[in-house]
């Protein structure tokens, strides 16, 4: 099945719905080598993944997931990753000041497979219990309003992939599933894609789960969230409806940024943004943060548009609330934030 499967994709045929399923079955079980699901997942992604195949493998995912359920109508902010801009880690800081704000974020992430922090490293660093079970879940968005999902407490069987991800170093099919992957299944989501050709997709597929409200988002400078650098196409699901539209960061009175300028780096590093962001300085990474919080307020249903959601994010931050939430998670968490003292991030 191996080599027939790598001759399809070298030959840039897409594989049929059940050859999909067949080979995530073989990843997730662990019946094929190291060397085999690196020649796999790499033959994909250079091929390009489509409709079909995504929707395989996600299929099995999610047949192998631990679910959780929560009462709580939640939102997700999330990124496919793999825009190889190593920018800070927007949807986190997104995710956070939109809790602030009163949204009920279930934020579903991993460690840095493709770049220098993931979500669940920049948390960690701050001081935030990543590795919370089912019903910490559910307790944490009903008593706080924001939990983390770290991906392989909730899918155990992709657990032992993280090294040989890490070792690939670029972006595969289990980046994009892993969007899709969020045990609470929540039916908000503001979800960013790094390959425009995928953020159709996406909107499909979140359509026909009966996605409440929900934000596919493409920065045409690549980034896999809105960016400031360039328009972003925006694929908007509501009430049943696809709607297409693009951000303009101009037109809600945002100034142009390079990469450059909102570049992130290690953990360490992009903790010490984040405790700046929350500590009231301005400038390029606090806009792209609030943009991103602002789109998740409206699909939460706390703005009413972009630009009421812009505005509500940066008075979370200056009010302090969101350094205030952030400091509720660290104590609620019972840790120090690495290398800092506990009060690095008090009321």
């Not at 009903?142 to 999902?149: D, I, K, M, N, V």
Request: with cysteine.
């Amino acid at each position: 099945m191996f080599k027939r499967i790598m001759q399809k994709l070298i030959d840039q045929q897409t594989l049929t719905l059940q050859e999909a399923v067949d080979c995530m079955e073989k990843i997730l079980n662990r019946t094929w080598t190291d060397a085999q699901i690196g020649a796999f997942l790499a033959a994909l992604a250079a091929k390009g993944e489509k409709r079909e195949e995504i929707l395989g493998m996600l299929h099995v995912m999610r047949e192998n997931m631990v679910r959780v359920y929560v009462s709580e109508n939640v939102v997700d902010i999330c990124g496919t990753g793999g825009d190889g801009i190593g920018s800070f880690n927007t949807s986190t800081a997104a995710a956070l000041v939109a809790s602030a704000a009163g949204a009920k974020v279930a934020k579903c992430g991993n460690r840095s497979s493709s770049s220098s922090c993931g979500s669940a490293d920049l948390l960690e660093a701050a001081g935030v219990r990543i590795e919370l079970t089912p019903d910490e879940v559910g307790r944490w968005l009903s008593e706080c309003g924001f939990a983390f999902l770290f991906t392989p407490q909730f899918h155990p069987a992709l657990r032992n992939l993280a090294p040989l991800r890490r070792e690939l170093g670029i972006r595969t099919a289990l980046n994009l599933l892993g969007p899709l992957g969020n045990p609470v299944r929540p039916r908000r989501q503001l979800l960013g894609v790094s390959h425009r050709e995928l953020a159709p997709l996406y909107a499909e597929i979140l359509l026909q789960s009966g996605t409440e409200h929900a934000m596919v988002v493409h920065g045409l400078d690549g980034m896999d969230e809105i960016s400031l650098s360039a328009p972003t196409e925006v694929y908007e699901i509501r009430a049943g409806a696809l709607t297409t539209s693009l951000i303009e960061p101009e037109s809600l009175g945002l100034s142009y940024a390079a990469h450059d300028d909102i570049k992130g780096g290690d953990a360490s590093y992009n903790r010490d943004m984040l405790a700046a962001l929350f500590g009231g300085e301005r400038g390029p990474v606090r806009d792209i943060v609030c943009l991103n919080a602002g789109a998740a307020l409206v699909i939460s249903g706390i703005a009413v548009d972009l630009k009421e959601g812009l505005h509500i994010a940066a008075d979370t931050i200056d009010s302090g609330a969101a350094k205030s939430k952030l400091a509720e998670l660290v104590n609620r968490s019972g840790r120090t934030p690495k290398g800092e003292k506990r009060d690095v991030y008090a009321r």
